[in-house]
Nanobody
């Protein structure tokens, strides 16, 4: 079974930086897309930034110029560098991937366990 293993997060003051990482655990055929979502208390889970196998990079306007998503060469690990953090960035951050486990398998919708990011004013 493929899992996403997250690390990073924590507490930082406004204007500070944090980084998150997420790697895949288990064997699979291919990754369709991979990236980060976040969910603030009482709000829906929203996209932060992700890449797709087709070569596109999608991100929320609210993080443009402040957050950077990077991958390793194998594109099975993602890193999110978060700079100039604001209190509004406070949320649980979830790693997500659409993964095809086998060449003929349907696409699996895989989520990490979530990691808390808290930005104090």
């Amino acid at each position: 079974q493929v899992q996403l293993v997250e690390s990073g997060g924590g507490l930082v003051r406004a204007g500070g930086s944090l980084s998150l990482s997420c790697s895949t655990s288990g064997s699979f055929f291919s990754i369709i897309s991979m990236g980060w979502y976040r969910q603030a208390p009482g709000k829906q889970r929203d996209l932060v930034e992700r890449f797709t196998a087709g070569g596109s990079w999608d991100y929320a306007d609210s993080v443009k110029g402040r957050f950077t998503l990077a991958t390793n060469e194998a594109k099975n690990t993602v890193y999110l560098q978060m700079n100039s953090l604001k209190p509004d960035d406070t949320a649980v951050y979830y790693c997500h991937a659409f993964i095809r486990v086998g060449s003929a398998s349907p696409v699996a919708d895989v989520w990490g366990q979530g990691t808390q990011v808290t930005v104090s004013s």
